[in-house]
């Protein structure tokens, strides 16, 4: 079982920046795939934004360009540098990962872009 905590989330205006965090209760080297979903007020949860333990990453087609997940190994931790938000990115963001092919997650952060 892996315990995952996120940090990074606050309010920002349109154009701007934030990095979200997600601190890993074990070596991220073991886990398959870490990333961020993320969900909206009345819409389904989408992914954002993965990365494998190979170190592959994979992105959503709306935040290709602007948004870029990495990792730090000694530390355990999964970021996700948000760049150029727009308002449709307002949504609460979750940290996930696959684990010995069980899903888990993060208790989520709210990242809110105003106009």
């Known amino acids: 079982q892996v315990h995952l905590v996120e940090s990074g989330g606050g309010l920002v205006q349109a154009g701007g920046s934030l990095r979200l965090s997600c601190a890993a209760s074990r070596s991220i080297f073991s886990i398959n795939t870490m990333g961020w979903y993320r969900q909206a007020p009345g819409k389904q949860r989408e992914l954002v934004a993965t990365?494998?333990?190979?170190?592959?990453?994979n992105y959503a087609d709306s935040v290709k360009g602007r948004f870029a997940i990495s990792r730090d190994i000694p530390k355990n931790t999964v970021y996700l540098q948000m760049n150029a938000l727009k308002p449709e990115d307002t949504a609460d963001y979750y940290c996930y990962c696959n684990f010995q092919y069980s899903s888990c997650w993060g208790q989520g952060t709210q990242v809110t872009v105003s106009s």
């Open positions: 990365i494998t333990a190979g170190g592959v990453t």
